[in-house]
């Protein structure tokens, strides 16, 4: 009678490599985990001819295989080699990173061939005395094993092994070679699997602690051992060769320009938050505070533990030719990443990777931050007026969050070794480094407000100087009369304070003063205050009309600012027009003489929708930003204003269905207002009703000059409905009518309405929506007074 039994097919291993190794770069530092979990100190990774599906060679100094480790633990899938005892190295005592027993299938999906040399460390493989641990040579062609065996335990062909007698006079460690590569890597494809790579491990500046010329006060986790290992850890160093060399390091410098240091340690029942200010910093706010926060841990028993350091920076980190190297490197190795035993876990930090919802955040701008210490911290950090609004995207923070086996022990990996499972675990984790990154905004806001205290204070007292030194000299005059030498003053009776002020413009008091000090017989004391009280008002109306300009001219700028932002969505439109022209000149090279002329046609045509992007904003930009836009504030036809904003939005509007009709009067005019600001205006306008259509809509402004002489403006449009009476929240800063990314006109910042109001109310005016006209679901009113007087 036949044995009935289960078997493997051999495209088990096509399978397994597949599912459990998402990508190239995590298949690469699985084979080098395996090093590690053999005590190699160094491991060497070369890449040769990568572009043409060459070879990549790993070599470790570590403690190698015997024939038998080979037979029971390499060709053995999901084997339990090192599921006994403490899972443990023997030597260093390093907690193994490996747990499936599968990471030698990374090699079946990074290559078709697989060359395996491998000499036992005598000191770890001891047998009996009449026997010497031999090593072993290997070669494994995978199509060949998978095409010509049908199970595994059948499985001859494609496997070649010989057992190395003499390992004695060899160097222990093991060597993979992996050839015939099943990728060809390009150049965007290689640079994405080095950065990858190259972070395999934790940059040597964010496990040790900052310096003194750094930051003021101790670090809060001091030197990190990402690992769990013996104390007789040499360390576990990568070095790459060939194809796959790393280039120059640029932590230092990049950490050099980092304005805050976040430190966390929630290794405990409590969870410590040491944020400081750089040097950096501090020398630029003299009053920049440092923090230490305290709560408790929300999981204390089960975890997750960790250690966490995190550097932030503010701005820009430059144009010149080393900040463009900085900025490149922090694109590739920027970001908050996690690492599990010293190895990091993707794709956490990575380019594209929100994991901490910070590029989210930083887009939507929330006021506030609900942060809750009141029971454990001693350190009170007052939330701040609209602190959200200074949140940061990831490319401003560089840092690690360092997990051990030990403590992620709650944290359940994804079955391709990428990430972990978004579970309630994950979301403590995730919470407790968001709560850090919270605080450090939360603290940058309080430096900033109390900056702008103390600048005001200055302010105050560089006035009060003024005023003193030009009375000095009267107080000091010999010839002035002394109180002995003065008749008694009479008592006068203390006056309540009157029950209203009344604001006047400051020409008007100036004025009144010029008269008052021209009184005759006015007595000394009080021309002398006069004198004061005029210094006073022409120096408050010399800053009055400087702010007036400056205020005008950066609201401007804000609102060029938000085409900015939407210029940023067509500047990749006008990328794969560039890329398009590009292919299309390459065909041209082997193109036949018909293919050519329609090759040259599409050409034409990607060259001319180039011209009129870019076209299109300079017309624009020039319009707002040109000397005649801001030179003098004059009046303008209503026809007039809107046809740099309707030149703008055409191309958008035509391929999206969306009709414009003009109804201005064109004999009327607005104020006397610079054009620029009119121009900021209507662009605001139309761009809103565009986003709110969508698509297959209608756009109707509308103007004319009514009865009292206010000149109208309306723009009524067939996209989404505004309530009426939640219509005011729409003016407020951050607060956007649009949620969803426009491709061409940018995600709403919800500025582009306030910067309208603001501009509006200098000239005595109002916005507000209003009903629209039948057929219409939105409409937006401006009023604007006949004088345009400023406000």
């Known amino acids: ?179 015939s590569l099943k990728s060809s890597w390009q150049p965007a494809q290689l640079n994405r699997f080095l950065d990858e790579l190259h972070s395999a491990r934790p940059a040597t500046e964010l496990v040790l602690p900052p310096g003194r010329n750094l930051v003021g006060e101790e670090s809060l986790i001091g030197e990190v051992n990402p690992s769990s290992t013996g104390a007789n850890d040499p360390g576990f160093q990568i070095i790459t060769e060939g194809d796959l060399h790393a280039g120059e390091s640029l932590w230092s410098e990049l950490i050099s320009r980092s304005h805050w240091l976040l430190e966390i340690d929630a290794t405990g029942p409590l969870v410590q938050y040491s944020i400081q200010p750089t040097r950096t910093y501090t020398e630029r706010l003299n009053n920049a505070r440092s923090y230490l926060f305290t709560r408790e841990h929300p999981s204390s028993n089960i975890g997750p533990h960790f250690k966490a350091r995190i550097y932030a920076r503010e701005g820009s980190l430059g144009t010149k030719n080393r900040a463009s190297e900085l900025i490149r490197f922090n694109s590739r190795r920027g970001g908050v990443r996690v690492y599990l035993e010293g190895f990091r876990v993707l794709p956490y930090g990575g380019r594209r990777d929100d994991w901490l919802g910070l590029d989210r955040d930083y887009a939507r701008k929330p006021r506030t931050f609900e942060i809750d210490f009141a029971e454990t911290s001693s350190t009170v950090l007052l939330p701040q007026e609209n602190e959200g609004y200074l949140s940061q995207g990831n490319d401003q923070y560089f840092g690690a969050v360092f997990l051990t086996a030990d403590g992620a022990e709650a944290l359940r990996p994804v079955v391709n070794r990428e990430g972990f499972v978004e579970d309630e675990a994950f979301e403590i984790l995730r919470n407790l480094t968001r709560t850090g990154i919270d605080l450090v905004t939360r603290a940058r806001a309080a430096n900033l407000r109390e900056r702008q205290a103390e600048e005001e204070a200055q302010e105050t007292l560089y006035l009060e100087s003024r005023l003193s030194s030009d009375t000095g000299s009267e107080s000091e005059d010999e010839s002035a009369p002394t109180p002995a030498d003065e008749a008694p003053a009479e008592e006068v009776p203390p006056q309540a304070p009157p029950k209203e002020a009344v604001k006047r413009p400051l020409i008007t008091v100036r004025q009144e003063l010029t008269i008052l000090g021209d009184t005759p017989n006015l007595p000394q004391e009080a021309r002398a205050q006069v004198e004061r009280a005029q210094i006073a008002a022409e120096l408050a109306e010399s800053r009055e009309r400087a702010w007036d300009e400056e205020r005008t001219m950066l609201r401007v700028l804000a609102g060029v600012g938000l085409q900015f932002a939407a210029f940023v969505h067509e500047i990749n439109g006008i990328l794969g027009q560039a890329n398009t022209v590009r292919e299309l000149a390459s065909f041209l090279v082997s193109a036949s003489p018909a293919e050519r002329r329609q090759i040259l046609g599409q050409l034409s045509d990607a060259v001319e929708q180039l011209v009129q992007s870019l076209a299109r904003q300079s017309s624009y930009l020039t319009d707002v930003v040109g000397p005649d836009a801001r030179r003098r504030r004059r009046r303008m036809r209503l026809p007039d204003i809107v046809s740099s904003s309707t030149q703008l939005l055409a191309k958008t509007m035509r391929e999206r269905g969306i009709r414009l009709t003009l109804d201005l009067e064109s004999t009327a005019k607005t104020p006397p207002m610079f054009p620029a600001e009119m121009t900021v205006i209507m662009t605001n306008l139309l761009t809103n009703a565009v986003k709110a259509i969508g698509s297959n809509g209608e756009v109707v402004v509308s103007g004319h000059v009514d009865a009292s002489g206010n000149t109208v403006i309306r723009v009524d449009n067939t996209g989404n409905r505004v309530d009426l009476v939640d219509s005011e929240r729409w003016f407020q800063p951050f607060e956007s009518t649009t949620t969803e990314i426009d491709v061409v006109l940018g995600q709403g910042l919800g500025l582009g309405l306030p910067i309208t109001r603001r501009i509006i109310e200098e000239y005595g005016g109002k916005i507000y929506f209003t009903n629209p006209k039948s057929g219409f679901a939105t409409a937006v009113q401006i009023s604007l007074p006949p004088r345009g007087a400023k406000v």
Request: net charge neutral; glycine share 8%.
């Open 1 to 179: 009678m036949d044995e009935f039994r289960f078997t493997v097919d051999t495209h088990l291993f096509r399978e397994l490599g597949e599912l459990l190794v998402g990508r190239d770069s995590t298949a690469l530092i699985e084979l080098i985990k395996n090093a590690y979990d053999a005590d190699a100190t160094r491991v060497c990774v070369r890449g040769d001819n990568l572009a043409n599906s060459g070879s990549i060679k790993i070599s470790d100094d570590g403690n190698g295989m015997t024939d038998d480790v080979f037979r029971e633990a390499f060709l053995r899938i999901a084997g339990r080699y090192k599921e006994g005892g403490s899972r443990r190295s023997p030597l260093y005592g390093r907690r193994y990173t490996g747990a499936k027993g599968v990471g030698r299938l990374s090699a079946h999906k990074l290559a078709r061939k697989l060359e395996v040399i491998s000499v036992p460390n005598t000191d770890v493989f001891r047998r009996e005395a009449t026997d010497s641990p031999t090593g072993v040579r290997a070669q494994i062609d995978w199509d060949a094993l998978e095409n010509l065996n049908k199970t595994l335990d059948t499985a001859t062909n494609g496997l070649k092994v010989e057992v190395l007698t003499d390992p004695l006079e060899k160097v222990p460690g093991t060597t993979l070679k992996l050839s």
